[in-house]
């Protein structure tokens, strides 16, 4: 049974740092893309950020590119978030998710077969 568990969410003040870990099991990890994405209220899930299988390659959404940092440990089964110069507008439920197709689908929410339950992220302004 696959399972992803993210954790490291909560309450930060704008212009801090939080850093969001997502442990996975039952699955062969390396192969993976690992993805982040949010959904903040009222508003649909968006894509954060995505790792290729060795960590060599990565992509970003616009509104976060600079700030977040996406990065994996295959030794641990763990990806990672590390989101620097939080602002409010970052506000949202943080998922990791699996995705065991091509690079090409790396943005693409519905090519991801596994997901995670989310962790809060609250930025105060």
């Known amino acids: 049974q696959v399972q992803l568990v993210e954790s490291g969410g909560g309450l930060v003040q704008a212009g801090g740092s939080l850093r969001l870990s997502c442990a996975a099991s039952g699955l062969i990890f390396s192969s993976y893309i690992m993805g982040w994405f949010r959904q903040a209220p009222g508003k649909e899930r968006e894509f954060v950020a995505a790792?290729?299988?060795?960590?060599?390659?990565?992509l970003y959404a616009d509104s976060v590119k600079g700030r977040f940092t996406i990065s994996r440990a295959n030794a641990k089964n763990t990806v990672y978030l590390q989101m620097n110069s939080l602002s409010p507008e970052d506000t949202a439920v943080y998922y990791c998710?699996?995705?065991?197709?091509?690079?090409?689908?790396?943005?693409?929410?519905?090519?991801?077969?596994?997901w995670g339950q989310g962790t809060q992220v609250t930025v105060s302004s």
């Open positions: 998710a699996a995705n065991h197709g091509g690079w090409n689908s790396r943005a693409n929410l519905n090519d991801y077969e596994y």
């Open positions: 790792i290729s299988w060795s960590g060599g390659n990565t």
